[in-house]
């Protein structure tokens, strides 16, 4: 039996050399170690030895178990290091090759000048509502005191869902349904697309995106919105930029005023980029129709206001040095990596 157990030692130790992975150890545990295993095997044939042979013999079996336990142990350690150094090596990286550059986008124009107009109107403690695109007639015209047939609407023809629910034209929908919900003071603005139905050329585009303004409390005057705009157009044109109020009508406002930009060619002198007028138009404005206020039920005994909406378009496209529209549109990366 002595014999026996040296020769399944020598056995497993010769497997365990030439096991290459987990699983082969495993194998071998369970051939030499397991409940039918080569040492359990001997044990029970102990029952046949003289009782001097019996502690020998034991104490052999349990070294030997020992032993090739020891081996296993060993042996899979060597493997598990073996792996790791072969995963190493396999996932080495040159730490010396230049890396991938990642190409970063950057605003488009049309956004780049909106985060600015915001940020304006935040500094100035206005809150950046938003209002519906699909929108009903009576907010989009009749409460701002265009009824049906006044011909305000001739200009803003747009995209009927049906006869009551189009396309807005304009972002004025949004001074009604903010008057219905916000009490006074109200200072907010509003930007989001509009849609008319112009035919595409370098100025029109039947979606195109307006700013709309509406300040509300006790005491406004126009004097507040002169000091508005001006703070909003020096900060996107500079210091010494010029604005013009020139009487408008608007039938939401009373008085109406259209405010020009005093052109940058020419200083108002009239030159091919203004069409000679000295000038170019930049936004609709004015103090908010006590018809419209009392209709959100505002008392304009009490409150005033005033209200405005800007063409974002066209104040990117004076910025930048834009002359058609239809490029803010097309998405040419050469266009558009020049900003
Ligand atoms: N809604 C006008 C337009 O689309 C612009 C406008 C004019 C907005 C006067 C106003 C305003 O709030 O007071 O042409």
Do not use: W
């Not at 350690?77 to 230049?98: F, G, H, M, W, Y």
């Not at 907010?139 to 747009?158: G, I, V, W």
């Amino acid at each position: 039996m002595k014999e026996k157990l040296k020769a399944i030692e020598a056995a497993a130790r010769e497997k365990l050399a030439k096991a290459a992975d987990l699983k082969e150890l495993d194998e071998i545990r369970v051939e030499y170690l397991g409940k039918k295993g080569a040492i359990t095997s001997i044990l029970k044939q102990m029952g046949g030895l003289s009782p001097e042979e019996r502690p020998v013999i034991g104490q052999l079996a349990n070294s030997v178990r020992a032993d090739i336990d020891e081996m296993l142990r060993s042996a899979q350690n060597a493997i598990k290091t073996k792996a790791a150094a072969k995963k190493l090596e396999a996932e080495r990286i040159d730490v010396t090759l230049p890396g991938k550059s990642h190409r970063l986008g950057k605003a488009h124009p049309l956004n780049a000048t909106l985060a600015e107009v915001e940020e304006v109107f935040l500094g100035m403690g206005f809150d950046i509502v938003e209002g519906p695109e699909v929108e009903t007639d009576h907010y989009c015209f009749e409460a701002l005191n265009m009824p049906k047939h006044h011909p305000a609407r001739d200009t803003q023809d747009t995209f009927y869902i049906n006869e009551n629910v189009l396309l807005r034209t304009q972002t004025s929908s949004v001074q009604i349904r903010t008057m219905e919900k916000m009490k006074p003071p109200i200072r907010i603005i509003s930007p989001g697309a509009v849609y008319r139905s112009d035919a595409v050329d370098a100025t029109h585009s039947p979606i195109f995106h307006q700013i709309e303004g509406l300040v509300i409390d006790k005491g406004i005057t126009m004097a507040d919105l002169k000091g508005t705009l001006e703070m909003l157009l020096k900060r996107l044109y500079g210091e010494e930029t010029q604005l013009r109020f020139r009487p408008h009508h608007f039938p939401y406002t009373e008085p109406s005023a259209e405010v020009d930009l005093m052109c940058f060619n020419c200083h108002g002198k009239g030159c091919s980029m203004c069409k000679q007028e000295g000038y170019v138009e930049l936004l609709g404005a004015g103090m908010v129709h006590p018809k419209v206020l009392s209709e959100c039920g505002i008392d304009p005994e009490v409150y005033s206001g005033f209200a405005f909406g800007i063409g974002l378009e066209r104040i990117t496209m004076g910025r930048y040095n834009i002359n058609d529209m239809r490029l803010l549109y097309e998405n040419d990366m050469r266009f558009l990596n020049q900003f």
